[in-house]
């Protein structure tokens, strides 16, 4: 049996990742700290998933086990050196933390003069997931290491598309999900080609599809959350009844949709991004899926960040000499975000209240372009609370 090594047993590892593995007959060893989830997979060695549709369909998943990583450090390392896929989903932040056991797995191979290619996949909401991820593998590294990696070693970038709630249930290992889901990985950066996953869709040029991704379904989630914020509203299915919520919501996909046109238009058609945008906002609409603003909103200094969901968009689109009326209104709302139970949030505040405005554009946003930082500011004042 295959055996892959999945760097996160949350709810995304185990309701997404985690099922396609199983389908495509993987043996999957979870990495993880949590002590409750890691113990449960080691009890049980399966676990189940809910489809949040009418049906309400169940899907097992077997054949899984568990290492912390905190305590058994050299357990993962072991169990990196004999896989045949390494995947993560922990979120962009900690990738570095995990770079130095991936790179000792690498090393455990070199040594057992291993020559069995390995694809290291990153399936993180960020362009460019993997390719971060093995920079900071290299850090860890000889020459004779790095050598080694060029050629057997490969990390492959990678889009991952589904909502998965905020939930809990009394088993630690249960997780609900939408139907949907997508899962798109750059061929043309795999060193292993024994197999392709059933269910993943491979692309020689996956930029286009991330950047469709990130712009369209993270900027279009977080969207709904900071309009819902402002008005009121607790979760995403109660914020898009409001007509205002989805008007907003089919500006941003419009503007979204020049800008992906204007720089991908050799991949997507205005008819063929339409199609996809009416089903995202079915996706968000699912009555299903109870989804908390709080939830989608968190961050909100990370998803102003430069090359992040709103700025970046912000930034083509002007480059394009397009507008970028709604995603300003969002950022103006997400400056006025206010949860006293987000880390970040709370950080923002504090920022806005004691430090010049301008000051704190700049150091959020990452922008030198004087006149954005203006529009910005507008947009900022007119929302404030």
């Known amino acids: 049996m295959k055996k892959a090594v999945h760097f996160g047993a949350g709810n995304i590892g185990r309701g997404f990742i985690g099922e396609i593995l199983s389908q495509n007959g993987f043996e999957i060893v979870f990495i993880d700290m949590n002590e409750t989830v890691i113990d449960a997979l080691n009890a049980r060695g399966k676990y189940e998933i809910g489809i949040a549709s009418p049906e309400h369909e169940k899907v097992g998943v077997s054949g899984v086990r568990g290492i912390n990583n905190g305590k058994n450090p050299e357990e993962v390392v072991k169990a990196i050196s004999e896989a045949d896929v390494v995947t993560t989903a922990i979120g962009p932040n900690i990738l570095p933390y995990i770079a130095e056991l991936i790179a000792k797995g690498i090393q455990t191979r070199k040594s057992a003069g291993s020559k069995a290619p390995l694809d290291i996949i990153a399936c993180e909401n960020m ?55 997508e899962w798109v990985i750059d061929e043309s950066q795999l060193k292993n080609s024994s197999f392709k996953l059933d269910g993943v869709h491979y692309a020689t040029d996956l930029e286009p599809f991330i950047e469709r991704k ?156 004087n006149d954005l930082i203006t529009e910005i500011e507008t947009v900022v004042k007119k929302y404030a609370k």
Do not use: C, M
């Open 214 to 369: 990130l712009f369209s379904v993270n900027s279009g989630h977080a969207t709904v959350a900071y309009n819902s914020a402002y008005k009121g509203y607790k979760t995403i299915l109660e914020g898009l009844q409001d007509e205002d919520i989805l008007a907003a919501l089919k500006a941003v996909q419009a503007e979204t949709r020049a800008l992906l046109l204007s720089k991908w238009g050799e991949y997507f058609t205005e008819e063929s991004l339409v199609e996809y945008h009416n089903v995202i906002i079915s996706r968000f609409a699912n009555p299903e899926i109870i989804d908390e603003v709080t939830r989608v909103g968190r961050t909100p200094i990370r998803k102003l960040g430069y090359d992040e969901r709103f700025i970046r968009p912000i930034r083509e689109l002007k480059a394009h000499g397009k507008t970028y009326t709604a995603h300003l209104d969002v950022v103006g709302k997400i400056f006025a975000y206010d949860d006293p139970e987000d880390a970040q949030a709370v950080e923002l505040q504090e920022k806005l209240a004691s430090a010049e405005l301008t000051d704190v554009i700049k150091e959020v946003t990452g922008l030198s372009d």
């Open 127 to 181: 362009i460019g997931g993997s390719t971060f991820l093995g920079d900071k593998v290299d850090e860890y590294l000889s020459d004779e290491d790095k050598a080694y990696v060029t050629e057997f070693i490969g990390f492959p970038n990678a889009a991952v598309d589904r909502i998965v709630p905020g939930q809990h249930h009394e088993d630690p290992l249960y997780v609900e999900v939408e139907p949907f889901h």
